[in-house]
């Protein structure tokens, strides 16, 4: 089995774009079970990897972690970057940022409390 390059994986989730918010009918279970395992509950800053068009994101901001708390998403995809940050736009503290999560993360060590993928 051939791993798609970035360059490759941007592209398909390019072209996917909103219909990604479609795709319940085999997301929804797993990302249900997730949130189960997720104790975010005393998270001060979380970074989530792949954070697509922000679905998961408004969850977390709005209703798993408390208010306040600082959240950023990475997507290798502007396009789901523009879609999470159009989602999360009355977020306080909530952003979104294009970047591949195989280099180097954009933040200082130990700046990150709880990390989601
Ligand atoms: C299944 S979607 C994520 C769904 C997301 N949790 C949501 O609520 O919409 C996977 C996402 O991972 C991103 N992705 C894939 N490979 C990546 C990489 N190497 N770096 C950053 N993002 C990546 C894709 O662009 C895509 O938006």
Known sequence: MRLLSRDEVRSVYDAFGARQDSQGWYEDVPLAELKEHMRFQDAEF?????????????????????????????????????????????????FAVVGDVRAPLPLADGSVSHVVA
């Open 46 to 94: 979380v970074l989530e990897l792949g954070s697509g068009t922000g679905k998961l994101a408004h969850e977390i901001v709005t209703e798993l972690t408390p208010a306040g708390t600082n959240y950023l998403g990475l997507d290798v995809s502007p396009v789901m970057v523009n879609l999470a940050r159009n989602r999360l736009r009355h977020c306080g503290n909530a």
